[in-house]
């Protein structure tokens, strides 16, 4: 059965860019532009100063951007990092992979690392923390950077699912010395398939992670500096990249305007607790919703009855902290937990009109009229 309102829309996606999307691939393969060419380096060029940094290096994935970010930034077996649980399992795989060991703190209620918490979890061993600025909200990098500053800590952003959120200003990305951005097809920007970026300021960190990422060639000199990997971002998916990226305040501007629309339809129903936070150094940008009520499973296959689809990652609804395989059992995070049974994403794209947002708020009111009469 199709949707009535997907969770996401490709195809409705690609009709609207089709023409200039065909004639970009059209160029490039023309061209035979296929590996690290110019349209690779445009797009890193414009993506830096879009975030607001000096370098940008294109990688195959987000998971791969923060992987490369620790291995650059030299991470040692045995250092410790901090980020949290509420997250994509990728950044905590990252940290593990790069012989780091995560340590995990508890998420506040704007689902983001809980930086009154974050002190203590430093030790002797603490090298980095890693926030994660979640559904496309910053975390506060204020007391984050002064709690890092303090402590000569280095920050390393996962900023993966927050392209072009701010805080005080400035967009996430631009805080750490280092930063990894997704670009999964459904985070802010997407490729058609796999991609990511790393950000810095630091230009020998952007020259090691652009080795790094060919196979520990510098192709300027031929010299081969580090057993690397291939992580190369490919250069048509870059030049596709490049084209969509001048339409992401566009799509970010009509991201906050569904919100709007779901914060007005929803907020007077009481059950449902809606992702809008205090403090007015915050723009976010919602890649996601994310809403929390009691009763997560009638709701949600109330919506779909409805034709409205909605998305709870399996790996969030069970905190990463509880899978027995990964060993992180011994971390005590209530917040984490509580959130993991509760939350839900209702759909928000920039894809969606405002029929469809009405729609979703039309059902939801439905579903908590009836749950009254019961
Ligand atoms: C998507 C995501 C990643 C991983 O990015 P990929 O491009 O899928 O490898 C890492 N961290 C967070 C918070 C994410 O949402």
């Avoid at 002797?124 to 709690?147: E, F, K, Q, W, Y």
């Avoid at 402590?151 to 996430?172: K, M, P, S």
């Avoid at 629309?261 to 059950?271: A, D, K, W």
């Amino acid at each position: 059965m199709a949707y009535k309102v997907p969770f996401v829309d490709v195809p409705t996606h690609f009709r609207r860019l089709q023409t200039p999307i065909i004639e970009t691939i059209t160029q490039v393969l023309s061209r035979g532009n296929l590996i690290l060419r110019d349209e690779l380096r445009e797009f890193e060029k414009k993506f830096a100063s879009f975030v607001g940094t000096q370098h940008a290096v294109g990688v195959n994935s987000g998971t791969d951007a923060l992987y490369l970010s620790l291995i650059a930034i030299g991470v040692k077996p045995g250092d410790e990092i901090i980020t949290v649980s509420h997250t994509c399992i990728a950044t905590v795989a990252a940290i593990v992979n790069a012989g780091g060991i995560p340590i995990l703190v508890d998420v506040g209620e704007d689902f983001n690392l809980d930086v009154t918490q974050l002190e203590e979890a430093i030790t002797p061993r603490t090298r980095a923390i890693m926030p994660v600025h979640l559904n496309g909200r910053a975390c506060d990098m204020d007391h984050l950077m002064s709690v890092a500053q303090r402590y000569n800590l280095t920050v390393i952003e996962d900023a993966a699912q927050a392209l072009g959120a701010r805080y005080g200003g400035r967009r996430v990305g631009s805080f750490g010395l280092v930063a990894g951005f997704s670009l999964y097809p459904f985070k802010i920007l997407g490729a058609f398939g796999d991609a990511g970026i790393v950000v810095t300021d630091n230009p020998e960190i952007a020259k090691k992670i652009s080795v790094l990422r060919d196979y520990g060639e510098d192709r300027e000199t031929g010299e081969i500096l580090y057993f690397g990997f291939n992580s190369r971002l490919d250069n048509l998916q870059a030049a596709i990249l490049n084209l969509k990226l001048q339409y992401i305040p566009e799509w970010i501007e009509r991201r906050r305007a569904v919100a709007q629309m779901y914060r007005e339809g929803l907020s007077g129903i009481p059950q449902l607790r809606l992702p809008h936070f205090s403090g007015d150094k915050y723009f976010d940008v919602y890649l996601n919703y994310c809403v929390c009520v009691v009763d997560r499973d009638e709701l949600v296959s109330h919506l779909k009855e409805c034709g409205v689809e909605p998305l709870t990652p399996i790996s969030l609804a069970k905190p990463l902290h509880r899978h027995d395989a990964l060993g992180l059992e011994r971390f005590s995070l209530p917040q984490t937990e509580k959130i993991a049974k509760e939350f839900i994403y209702l759909p928000i794209n920039p894809e969606m009109n405002d029929e469809q947002v009405q729609y979703v708020i039309e059902c939801l009111k439905n579903y908590y009229r009836k749950a009254k009469l019961k």
